[in-house]
């Protein structure tokens, strides 16, 4: 009873890891010989990840038995983040990509290349602030028209000049 109880909870390092089913099995590697392959890996709903080979694990074995164990945490501390304030929570991966909840009710988004949004409708509430270039593939409008309907008015627009109307603009607005 003594042994089953120590043999309850190990460490462990991941070795290999299967991400195809619909619950992620690891290879791990606990005291210097011993080794359990297709482990089940559980993590928290709504949450994923693929770790490395080498990271560190937390293991149970399920009523004590190391036949059947379970992997229910998963840490690298080659790649975590640090310095983080109480309170702060954060999504990371080992490129340096990331995503903090700071304090203050603030969101730090660090990307690499590129951040995208795919949803058929984006609100932001409140300014946005840009530094750099904006590009934009569709029209773009304000409360008082689309850019495109403020070309065409300068492009075909005239002058009334001492009792003469004006030609439309030799440049337009492209």
Known sequence: MMDAARNMVSR??????????KLQRVQIAMRADEERGEVERFQDYGFTSVPFPG???VALSVGG???HMVVIAVEDRRYRLTSLEEGEVAIYTDQ??????KRGREIEVT?????????PDTLIKGNLHVEGDTTCDGDVSDHSGSMQEMRDTYNGHNHNETGSVTNT??????
Not at 12 to 21: E, G, R, S, T
């Open 12 to 21: 462990a390092v991941l070795a290999l890891i299967n991400d195809a089913a």
């Open 111 to 119: 990307a690499g290349t590129r951040v995208t949004i795919d949803a």
């Open 96 to 101: 340096g990509d990331k995503i903090v909840l």
């Open 65 to 67: 038995s190391r036949s």
């Open 169 to 174: 603009p030799n440049q337009v607005m492209d």
């Open 55 to 57: 990271a560190e694990a």
